[in-house]
């Protein structure tokens, strides 16, 4: 039978622990978990303009509600100093109003040296399996994302039923998460996935996230985040041991044969490293 619990904060970590995780654990919040991370030390220091303010990238928001149906993403071509200038100003924009601006295609594989922003070697139970794959085969699961006050993301699902880590190296969020279960009931999730998971219970967590802290988001967990203030974000999809069945099945039920084929082989490959070691 399922219930929903309305319990307002998911799993709170305080700094100084191994940032180890599992899946069945929910959402996890790990206190001042990213403060060593690089881009974090970058804000923190100052530095984030003078290293990178001439980064060209691109912010997008959707343009003003006609009531005619899904709104187009309208995009602007800009630098990161200049972007962080609209954040703070609150003006700049050069179209109409609406949503406010925010960047979030800016790929960590997109840069020369992506060890400016990621730690070189990250917790193993946040390991991307696919990073494993030649570079041109790769998905791209590593984002740096910048936003103003007010702008977010709307309740979804990850891409391939990953899991994912959100570092924040500036600013404030307000997450909230739904369980699987309330997620199929919200329609965000298909009802297959359930078998997947123990837990059927409803359950929505909410929490604020700073500077510094680790966020971990589980498969299956529908989420939507705004940003309190102008933020600094870098986050990452994974599949790995933790979560492959949900990506397994979320490749079988779109026929996606060879990826289905390429995460055989990766898990293969798992289990003899972790036989050889």
């Not at 006609?66 to 709104?71: K, R």
């Not at 709307?154 to 404030?172: F, I, K, Q, R």
Request: with cysteine; net charge neutral; glycine share 10%.
């Amino acid at each position: 039978m399922t219930s929903t619990n309305l319990a307002r904060r998911p799993v709170e970590r305080k700094p100084g622990r191994p940032v180890e995780w599992s899946v069945d654990e929910g959402p996890v919040i790990i206190r001042a978990g990213a403060s060593d991370w690089p881009l974090t030390r970058t804000c923190a220091s100052g530095r984030l303009i003078a290293d990178h303010g001439q980064r060209t990238l691109t912010a997008v928001r959707r343009a003003p509600a006609t009531g005619d149906g899904p709104e187009p993403e309208t995009v602007w071509g800009t630098t990161l100093r200049e972007f962080l200038r609209y954040c703070e100003s609150g003006d700049g924009s050069p179209c109409p109003a609406g949503e406010p601006w925010y960047v979030k295609d800016w790929t960590v594989a997109s840069e020369p040296d992506p060890g400016a922003f990621l730690p070189a070697d990250m917790p193993s139970s946040l390991r991307n399996w696919f990073a494993r794959l030649p570079q041109a085969a790769r998905p791209a699961w590593e984002w740096i994302y910048v936003g103003p006050r007010g702008s977010g993301s709307e309740l979804h699902v990850d891409v391939m039923m990953s899991s994912a880590w959100n570092a924040l190296a500036a600013g404030t969020k307000r997450w909230r998460f739904l369980s699987p279960a309330a997620s199929v009931r919200a329609g965000v999730l298909p009802e297959p996935y359930l078998d997947l998971v123990g837990n059927r219970d409803r359950l929505e967590f909410e929490c604020t996230q700073n500077a510094g802290d680790l966020v971990i988001i589980p498969s299956g967990w529908a989420h939507e985040v705004v940003n309190l203030d102008t933020t600094v974000a870098a986050t990452g999809n994974f599949v790995n041991r933790g979560n492959a069945v949900f990506a397994r099945r979320h490749l079988e039920t779109r026929g996606r044969a060879p990826w289905l084929k390429v995460l055989g082989a990766l898990e293969h490959d798992e289990g003899n490293r972790t036989h050889a070691a």
